[in-house]
């Protein structure tokens, strides 16, 4: 199916791009990490009746519970710290978070890793939006 996602989002593309980019970057990696020849990266961009999401998903290795709250922080990164700036999902929430969006993350080792980001329709027209109905997905 097509969706013409970039019409009417409540960030400019260049800053769209940029979130998509870092949320593939990390999918990718982490897929890598998978037995061989499994890792598996999807990426869903979606218009639900309360808002627009893009989730990417990977089935590499889980983040582990006692990092999940670091993930946002500015220079945290499970990778090597001499190629990876720790930037990347710290950018994401900062600049989703600007244009009136959230970010959720699930991370598992029996499913791996999803990210979700929700633009509801309030950060387009002011309308109201429920995020739990997102934290049911």
């Not at 593309?13 to 982490?30: S, T, W």
């Not at 979606?46 to 999401?53: D, E, Q, R, S, V």
């Not at 990417?56 to 700036?85: C, L, Q, W, Y």
């Not at 990347?88 to 980001?117: C, D, H, I, N, R």
Request: charged share 25%; no cysteine; proline share 5%.
């Amino acid at each position: 199916a097509y969706i013409r996602f970039e019409r009417d989002l409540p960030l400019p593309i260049e800053k769209f791009n940029e979130v998509l980019g870092n949320l593939l970057d990390n999918a990718l990696e982490a897929a890598s990490e998978a037995e061989q020849g499994t890792g598996r990266v999807e990426v869903q961009l979606a218009i639900l009746p309360t808002g627009k999401i893009i989730r990417v998903s990977n089935n590499g290795t889980a983040i582990p519970p006692e990092e999940k709250d670091n993930i946002f922080r500015p220079g945290f990164t499970t990778k090597d710290s001499s190629k990876h700036s720790g930037l990347g999902l710290y950018s994401v929430k900062q600049t989703v978070e600007k244009y009136g969006g959230l970010v959720l993350v699930e991370s598992s080792e029996a499913k791996g890793t999803q990210v979700v980001v929700l633009f509801p329709y309030k950060a387009f027209k002011g309308s109201e939006t429920n995020a739990s109905y997102y934290h049911s997905r």
